[in-house]
Nanobody, 124 residues
């Protein structure tokens, strides 16, 4: 497994931006597809964005397309989530996750490792 630590969350006004980072340690980072999930109070954890091992393929839930961008830097063992035009409904705890699957599946069950989460709050 790989150990994951998220950072970059915080409080931002609607329309603002944040960049989340997820630093991985342990086994070879480039072996993993990576994803960001989020969980709002009282709701299930949902897939937000994913990226394959070399960054060549990315995947997004419809609600964030055009606003969020996922990327990775394998030399730094880090995956990023750039979030622009934030909305109050984006408020949630955001989790980084890693999988050995060749793409980034949307099911939480497909992921082997999880970070502790970082809170994102968007005020209206």
């Amino acid at each position: 497994q790989v150990q994951l630590v998220e950072s970059g969350g915080g409080l931002v006004q609607a329309g603002g931006s944040l960049r989340l980072s997820c630093l991985a340690s342990g086994r070879t980072f480039s072996r993993y597809s990576m994803a960001w999930f989020r969980q709002a109070p009282g709701k299930e954890r949902e897939f937000v964005a994913g990226v394959n091992w070399n960054g060549g393929s990315t995947y997004y839930v419809d609600s964030v397309k055009g606003r969020f961008t996922i990327s990775r830097d394998n030399a730094k063992n880090t995956v990023y989530l750039q979030m622009n035009s934030l909305k109050p409904e984006d408020t949630a705890v955001y989790y980084c996750a890693a999988t050995t699957k060749p793409s980034a599946p949307t099911s939480t069950l497909q992921y082997d490792s999880w970070g502790q989460g970082t809170q994102v709050t968007v005020s209206s």
